[in-house]
């Protein structure tokens, strides 16, 4: 009964059929992973998949909730590959404090053979 108060209230946070620009903002407040998943879910059905903000914004809040997964997939499906430095960058990081994790080498050496003298700021 909690768990399903909790679902709708943060259901009742994202409003029917919401404009991109309601999304970003929903985005830029970083939510829970649950209410993000329907944020997400709400860029799909809308198609604005293409857009390069909305998927940063995706990005950036699934790395924030420790979700690599998600991130992994929409920075692997990024609308304009390559995706910017910044996202490689924030990627990378989430990827290397993971112990015994090979990703963050593997994606140096990806960025590497994709962009010529890229800048990964440091810790």
Same mark, same amino acid.
């Given at each position: ?13 994202? +409003? ?6 309601? =999304? %970003?903002?929903? =985005? %830029? ?38 979700? =690599? ?12 590959? +390559? +995706? ?32 010529? %003298?890229?800048?990964?700021? +440091?810790?």
């Amino acid at each position: 009964f909690i768990a399903s108060r909790s679902f709708c209230s943060l259901k009742s946070n994202i +409003p029917t059929n919401p404009n991109p620009k309601t =999304l %970003n903002q929903l =985005l %830029n407040q970083r939510p829970p992973l649950l209410q993000l998943k329907q944020v997400h879910a709400q860029v799909i059905t809308q198609s604005l998949s293409s857009y390069s903000i909305m998927i940063d914004s995706l990005i950036h809040c699934y790395l924030s909730t420790n979700s =690599l997964s998600f991130a992994r997939t929409l920075f692997d499906q990024y609308p304009d590959y +390559p +995706p910017p430095i910044l996202l490689w960058n924030l990627v990378i990081r989430s990827y290397s404090k993971l112990q015994n994790s090979p990703e963050p080498i593997y994606l140096v050496r990806q960025l590497n053979a994709i962009k010529e %003298n890229p800048l990964i700021a +440091p810790d």
